[in-house]
């Protein structure tokens, strides 16, 4: 062993904690792809990738799943569990998003999207308006990763064809995390887009010049209602 460290003292050798699983499964991939760097620059620069998305939201709680291809045809699956609640729709949304950060994460630039979901479809292709506030949040954060890419389409498809990212959507939604011991399932705590708060006010005075919560008080205080039925 002091053999060892005497010749490997040279390279400035760090000891670095283990990723979480996460990053983890992110770094082993792009080291293996990384081994083929005349292929990786020119697909980058030239090919497109493909990302297949899905999300699920059950009872027994929300996930999503996705597909990432290569051009040469190498795949990155991934399952997430989100741990708050979702509509179905915001989990399609979730979908994308986590689908988007794996892909500029990996240097993409060139992306095809295809999801099941055409609500969510249509409103990255602005056929439809997100009328719900929540959705026009979800909408305006996937436009602006969208434009970090140099090309990208979306397009829907029928479910039979995206059993893979529908099947690893499932599972993140269904299963309990000891009994997924085939495939890491990740946790993502909170949702992509913040909520926004609200609060009413009032502020305007009873016709008789006293504050709004004067009759509660008093009902409160000596159970006396107003006079007034209304």
Known sequence: M???AIELSEF???FQPRLSMKGQVMADFVLEYSRKPGQHEESSKKEWWTLRVDGASRSSGSGVGLLLQSPIGEH?????RLGFSTSNNEAEYE??????DLALALSVSKLRIYSD????VKHVQEEYEAKDARMARYLAKVRNTLQQFTEWTIEKIKRTDNRRADALAGIAASLPIKEAILLPIHMQPNPSVAEISTCNTIEAPQADGQEWMYDITEYIRTGTLPGNLK
């Open 2 to 4: 002091l053999q060892w």
């Open 12 to 14: 400035g050798i760090e």
């Open 76 to 80: 990155l699956e991934q399952a997430i």
């Open 95 to 100: 979908a994308i998003l986590s689908g988007l």
């Open 117 to 120: 979901s055409q609500l969510v």
